[in-house]
């Protein structure tokens, strides 16, 4: 590790990886280095993620954001670079009311180019032919808002990849292209530095002009200098930013996945259920109730369970490093998601969990947008609020552009996106609807 | 203390008195109780409080909120009930681009009602003649960015109030109404519980209903029941929401406030400078550079010197409950303030402190403008970001409003102010341009 860089990004997720690779590749000969706290990139949450990935969002931001992502991971994949890659598609299963909520998203959807189509029950019912649609007047259906499935919207264009293969080609290329990493790099601070030193004890005061210097590193002596500090620390941008007095707004909520098995012929078709896309499988089913979901896992033949519960679920401001955070609840699956899962799939009650873990979203509490900001050379992007890594291509692109102060940002794709769009002094995002 | 209440306020700073005052006044019958960490009422952050008012404001929701609660404070003030209100005025000192830019934010007072007058140059030296008003090519001025004053605006609906006295005046008014207050007393918690119990143990559920029960008091077991929170914890708004997967957008930052008395003719005839009120002292002046302020107290002949400085200020999510968060620092005053304000009013060079304190500002970071929402049966107060006492009037009719489902709130003197504004589900406010 030199002393002095150009570029120092703080983080190797996703965004971190995704930021130093078109940092690197526009901006030939700056010296650029990504630390990370881990032995390796993708040890956080990133690694932890389901790494499902949909351009049906609500918001036009998503969409157009993740759309270009997904085409260059696509372009990534048919090129002979495996990122494990997998279009098993994202069906919602809706009331009649969110059918006709539905209208104007799908429009907006449309004109920016996001395919969809749409399954009417009875479609639905030869499909998935275990399926139940209707609850009746049942009391319990009533206790668990459990509603009845009048139709579905299919995003054909979604799926998920291998969060581990995606990050490893950003990693490669930007090495290949002249860039380091530091593992087993814990950053301790950012550290704030007067524009112009005076040799004052205490600088730099109310009244000077300043800038961050560079960062300090956890059992290192003195000061990593920096020209321009990306910070891409997900759930942790708090630990950084705030002390200094700088904001994001993030905050983190834990979320969990339950891998589980079929032992049953029942949910064992569910599984391969075909008819929706080429892979014989299940796409990710999102239930009407509760943000209750599962996605099929092909090569293992199981499911991934999930549901973004709200119901007395933190707000973590600083996570902690260690365990804590990455707890899964056993409890939480048994009696919080599988009631759900299984009033609307009765062969749910054929599945064993055989692996649980739990990670962190980290929300922009606002809008559920991500952010992508330059406060003078500190440059700040996150907040993706769990479709981080449907994203991550477009955002790195967008941390290059705020580098090279460009008013647009040039998506894969050629699609052109306003750079400002996503900070906080002109951000101009909508809003995003449908959340998991 | 009962074991349920209609309404738990949660805090007696200015927004929960402000607010129980309102409840009480348009909801007679229904039992409210204040719960308060401290043995009194504004022993927090709003006893702490330098307690200006204004109505100068660039955000008309700053503007109409404050004008309104200012006209009943000095409605109390006429008709016998002493809140300490001194009308010093506030003068914004400005250079050129400053003065050019506030065009348009005047014409918006103009037309809110607010009414202000500006000072030539001349004008400005001619009544404080001590003031340094230009700095020529000096180095020194422009290594601390210091800006010529060209001009200045004032508004004479500004001064300072007592914050003690306020609060007192809503504590008692609320008392004499039925209201009761439970002093030291901590609340460990807000409680989520099922809107429908069905007695299984880990409730609610994520497929649940659910709805804030109480609250869970240090020390006292079982749970305080109430079938309305309000939420006005100022600083502490984040240990309280954050837990049950809340959220509020506050982050506090500390701010320090320095007495400092006149040892010699040159600053004590600052501080009685005429010509701007009838009180015949100086108003509270806001310097051009970085935020710098003072203000008359004129019962005691000194001056409150403040710098709402950013440079290395921490923001803290969870302020700790002890004197850590108040300790001013005489290193900031005397190497950070004391240099920007002596180099425009070299008289403060014949300042010296006599006592210093420190409080929490509770900023919304996203636009610096209070927020009150309701979510279930959670009402939440808050994100005044410095400027809470001047609007305290305003919001707890807010926080009434949003308790009766009124879609106008209706401020002190009749003007109608849309309740869903300050919420963050359909937040229509204007940003606020002219922080301190």
């Known amino acids: 590790m030199a002393s002095r860089y150009d570029i120092v990004v703080v983080g190797a997720g996703i965004m971190g990886v995704a930021s130093a690779y078109h940092l690197q590749k526009n901006n030939p000969g700056k010296r650029i280095l990504v630390v990370e706290r881990y032995g390796a990139a993708a040890q956080g949450n990133t690694g932890r993620s389901n790494a499902l990935f949909r351009n049906t969002f609500t918001s036009s931001d998503n969409q157009v954001l993740a759309n270009a992502s997904i085409d260059f991971f696509q372009h990534l994949q048919e090129t002979g670079v ?135 590193i956890r059992g290192r002596p003195g000061v990593l200098q920096a020209e321009t500090v990306v910070v891409a620390g997900g759930a942790w941008t708090n630990e950084l930013l705030e002390p200094v007095g700088f904001e994001a707004h993030v905050k983190a909520k834990k979320r969990q996945l339950f891998s589980v098995q079929p032992t049953g012929p029942k949910l064992r078709s569910l599984v391969h259920a075909e008819g929706f896309s080429e892979m014989g499988v299940v796409p990710m089913v999102i239930l009407p109730t509760a943000g209750a979901y599962f996605r099929p896992v092909r090569d293992e033949e199981c499911l991934w369970v999930g549901c973004e519960d709200e119901v007395n679920r933190a707000f973590i401001d600083r996570p902690d490093h260690d365990i804590e955070s990455y707890l899964p609840e056993k409890g939480y699956y048994e009696r919080g998601i599988l009631p759900i899962v299984a009033s609307y799939f009765p062969e749910f009650r054929e599945a064993v969990v055989k692996a649980m873990w739990a990670g962190l979203y980290a929300y922009n509490t606002i809008d559920n947008i991500p952010f992508a900001f330059r406060k003078r050379n500190l440059i700040v992007v996150g907040g993706d609020s769990g479709s981080g890594i449907m994203k991550g291509d477009s955002l790195g692109r967008v941390v290059d552009a705020l580098y090279r102060d460009e008013e647009e940002t040039s998506l894969h794709g050629g699609t052109r996106y306003r750079t400002s769009k996503l900070g906080f002094d002109r951000r101009d995002v909508e809003r995003e609807e449908w959340v998991i």
Chains 1, 2 share one sequence.
Do not use: H
């Open 82 to 216: 495996d990122v494990g890659l997998q279009k098993f598609g994202y069906l919602w299963m809706m009331d009649g009311d969110q059918l006709s909520r539905s209208g104007g998203f799908l429009k907006r959807m449309e004109a920016n180019g996001v395919e969809t189509r749409q399954y009417s029950k009875d479609e639905l019912k030869r499909l998935l032919p275990g399926m139940v649609t209707d609850f009746g007047a049942d009391e319990e259906a009533e206790l668990m808002s459990l509603r009845p499935v009048e139709g579905a919207i299919f995003g054909p264009k979604c799926g998920a990849l291998d969060p581990d293969k995606l990050v490893r080609f950003y990693a490669e290329e930007f090495v290949k292209g002249g860039g380091s990493f530091a593992y087993n790099t814990d950053v301790e601070s950012l550290v704030v530095g007067p524009s112009k030193r005076l040799g004052i004890e205490g600088e730099p005061f109310a009244w000077q002009d300043y800038e961050i210097e560079g960062i300090s």
